[in-house]
Every structure is written in structure tokens, then in C-alpha cells.
């Protein structure tokens, strides 16, 4: 999956959630490797916006539109869609605790939004689209996780009924972005100045990326897509006392138990998905049993995976030293 993506040259990009973290950056990196002819930040935050286009002017980048818009709108995603030649789709309500306390409305969003998203895409002959996903989608057991696996669902299905036009509908799925709005990078920073970090659990574990490598490989992905995967990229695990030692080496722990709708450690590949899964030199891949993906897809060297495989964040092969997460912070 190396090399320049130049598919992204004179090719008009509309990002949904373009105002997020990941947004952001995928945007800071198309616009200074590549040459698209549009790049639409469409999302509802007029404030972020605005914020965004501080940095990101229109003045100085020709190429770059922002477009107020919500994906549980389908008439506006309509409207925004004309003449785009690909998606990435990254909106989404992401926090476990407001989507527990206010459960419809991460449905409304991130299931509903989502089928916005494709059928608006089918109808206006996108030619790819590219969702964002996350380890909480697999075995979910929070309702954040449940509405992405929902939303993975549809658009692995959304391939089924593109009917004559050639619209292709593939998944990327991570684990915690470092630093990125909600993640506990920033949280346990402003712990620091009382003193104090608590901590769930001593053993718990995560995936880790920053958004520079998430950002690249979902381009990637864009670029080798055929339709119908879901790409996981090989990334580190990290234990939260090793992060202890870098944010609050001096700070007291202090144990809260873990919260509703949160895991020990996280799973990117359920065991279940072992008989899909071809393994990569950087990445894993999941394929459908639809039999498009049979007629579309070559194998290129990916490799079956064990059928007792899982991809999980405790038993993970690959671990960041206190010097690597250093680095990253």
C-alpha cells in the first residue's frame, strides 16, 4: 500500500465530519501532496468551521469548500454530492457515555446518517466511498460500538444494490486515535494539574495510532479499495500505566473501576471473523461473503490467518515501550 497517491489529483474529495480531528488532517495532508480539483469539508459546527478556515482559507486554497450540512439531512448531502468523485466519511456521535444517555440520537447519526451517506452516493455515481470505523464495532458492547458495526454493515451491503453504476463502498477500522478530541491523552493532562490521574483499570489496553498514520492509511485504502473491506491496519498496543509514567509521573493513581460500555482490552478482529481475514505485511483485511467481492477482488499475496485469530489489544504481538509513546505524546 505504498507509494504517492496520485488518483487524488484533479479528483474532487467531499469529507464528511471534515471539521474532526481525523478531518482535519486528512485534510492538511491532500492539500499539500496532492492536487485536488475539490475538497469539500462538509459538517454542522459553523464555529469549527469558520475555525478551520483560519488555517485552511479559501483565499489560499482555490480547492477547498465548506459546506454546512448534517448526514441525517438527505436532501443536503444531495446537494453537497454533485459532482464529487469520493467520499471519506468520518462524522460520527463518538462519545460512550452521550450515546448511552442519548441513545437515539447516535442512531439517528451514525446508522441513519449512514445510510443517507450511501444511498445519496449510489444516486449521485460516486465512485468511492470510504467509511471510518472503530475496534468498539467489534463484539460491541456499548451502543457507540453497536450503531458502527450497524453502520460497517451497511456499507459492505451498500455494494449489493449500487445496480448499473460503479459506486464502491469499503470500511477502515482503528483503534484509539493519540490525542484526538475525547481521547485520554488530553483528559489525564488536565488531571495532572490536581495531582491526581484516575485510572479504570491497571491492565486495561488499547490500540494506538497517531492521526498522521490514520490519516495515511485511510488514503491508502481509498486508493486500493475494491469495494466490500474492511481494512484493519497492524498498530501498537499501549498499557495505561505505561502512559502514567509519561503524562504523571509524579501523580498519585487513583482507581474508578471500569465504566459502562467499556472494555479491558479491545478487539479489532473478533475471532468469528478469523475464516475472512486475509493477513497483509501492514495490515489485515475482512472480507465479505458477498459474492461481488469474489468476482472483484484478488488475494495479492495476503495470507489466511489462523481460525483461532483474534486481533485484540492484550494478547497484540506489538507493544509500545515508554520511550515510543513518549514520542507520540
Known amino acids: 500500500m505504498a507509494g ?13 465530519g471534515g471539521t474532526g480531528s481525523l478531518g482535519k488532517k486528512i485534510t492538511e495532508i ?6 485536488p480539483r475539490k475538497l469539500i469539508i462538509f459538517s454542522r459546527d459553523e ?3 469558520f475555525e478551520m478556515s483560519q488555517v485552511y482559507s479559501t483565499e489560499k486554497y482555490s480547492c477547498v469548500r465548506y459546506f454546512i450540512g448534517d448526514v441525517r439531512d438527505k436532501e443536503r448531502l444531495y446537494r453537497a454530492l454533485q459532482g464529487i468523485d469520493y467520499i471519506i466519511h468520518a462524522a460520527a456521535l463518538k462519545q460512550v457515555p452521550a450515546a448511552e444517555y442519548n441513545p437515539f440520537e447516535a442512531v439517528k447519526t451514525n446508522v441513519l446518517g449512514a445510510q443517507n451517506v450511501i444511498d445519496a452516493a449510489i444516486d449521485q ?5 470510504i467509511a471510518l470505523s472503530t475496534d468498539k ?15 460497517d454493515k451497511l456499507f459492505v451491503a451498500g455494494n449489493s444494490y449500487v445496480g448499473r453504476y460503479e459506486t464502491r463502498f469499503s470500511v477502515v477500522r482503528y483503534g484509539n486515535v493519540v490525542g484526538s478530541r475525547g481521547s485520554v491523552i488530553p483528559f489525564f493532562k488536565k488531571c495532572v494539574q490536581n495531582g491526581v490521574l484516575p485510572i479504570t483499570d491497571p491492565r486495561m489496553t488499547r490500540f494506538w495510532i497517531t492521526l ?18 474492511i481494512f484493519v491496519p497492524k498498530i501498537p498496543s499501549m498499557n495505561i500505566m505505561d502512559l502514567v509514567k509519561i ?10 473501576g471500569i465504566r459502562p460500555g467499556e472494555k479491558l482490552h479491545e478487539v479489532m478482529i473478533p475471532r468469528d471473523e478469523a475464516q475472512n481475514t486475509l493477513e497483509y505485511e501492514n495490515f489485515y483485511l ?17 495470507k489466511k490467518v489462523a481460525e483461532d485469530f483474534e486481533y485484540n489489544s492484550g494478547t497484540n504481538t506489538w507493544w509500545l515501550t515508554v520511550d515510543d509513546m513518549k514520542t507520540m505524546v
Not at 4 to 16: A, E, G, H, Q, V
Not at 30 to 35: A, E, F, G, I, S
Not at 125 to 129: L, P, Y
Open 4 to 16: 504517492k497517491i496520485r488518483m487524488l489529483n484533479d479528483k474532487s474529495i467531499l469529507i464528511t
Open 30 to 35: 491532500v492539500l499539500n501532496k496532492y492536487k
Open 47 to 49: 464555529l469549527k468551521q
Open 125 to 129: 455515481k460516486i465512485e468511492r466511498v
Open 137 to 151: 464495532a467489534a463484539n460491541p458492547i456499548n451502543l457507540y460500538g453497536a450503531t458502527k458495526l450497524c453502520s
Open 212 to 229: 498522521e498514520q490514520g490519516a495515511n492509511f485511510v488514503l491508502k485504502c481509498l486508493q486500493q479499495m475494491v469495494g466490500g473491506e
Open 247 to 256: 503524562i504523571g509521573p509524579k501523580c498519585k493513581t487513583e482507581i474508578v
Open 286 to 302: 475482512i472480507k465479505p461473503a458477498f459474492k461481488f467481492f469474489k468476482r472483484r477482488f484478488c488475494e495479492d499475496g495476503g
